[in-house]
Nanobody, 117 residues
Framework: QLVESGGGLVQAGGSLRLSCAAS????????MGWFRQAPGKEREFVGR????????YYVDSVKGRFTISRDNAKNTVYLQMNSLKPEDTAVYYC????????????WGQGTLVTVSS
């Protein structure tokens, strides 16, 4: 089970930190990803972090503004979002990738982030 939290309303230029708490899996073994879905758009990949936390990847649109980290002792992955823009408004989801296939297998329920201009 994955449960996101931390969403809310923020002004452009502000920051938010999302959390995703995992249960029912050996958390440190798996890549965790963050995705988002803006109103009327398809879900898009934001970034991922390796099981150990020593490797991350971001899409260009968030690179330099967003940071993914994890605390394996707490079975939690984070998405720190800085310099937020109105176009970052979306429902944000975390997901776990159980194999190297690239497919994400389990998803959280999502948390809404709204960035006002």
């Amino acid at each position: 089970q994955l449960v996101e939290s931390g969403g809310g309303l923020v002004q452009a230029g502000g920051s938010l930190r999302l959390s995703c708490a995992a249960s029912g899996l050996t958390f440190s073994m798996y890549v965790m990803g963050w995705f988002r879905q803006a109103p009327g758009k398809e879900r898009e990949f934001v970034g991922r972090i390796s099981g150990s936390g020593d490797s991350t990847y971001y899409v260009d649109s968030v690179k330099g503004r967003f940071t993914i980290s994890r605390d394996n002792a707490k079975n939690t992955v984070y998405l720190q979002m800085n310099s937020l823009k109105p176009e970052d408004t979306a429902v944000y989801y975390c997901a776990v990738r159980l194999s190297a296939s690239g497919k994400y297998n389990y998803w959280g329920q999502g948390t809404l982030v709204t960035v006002s201009s």
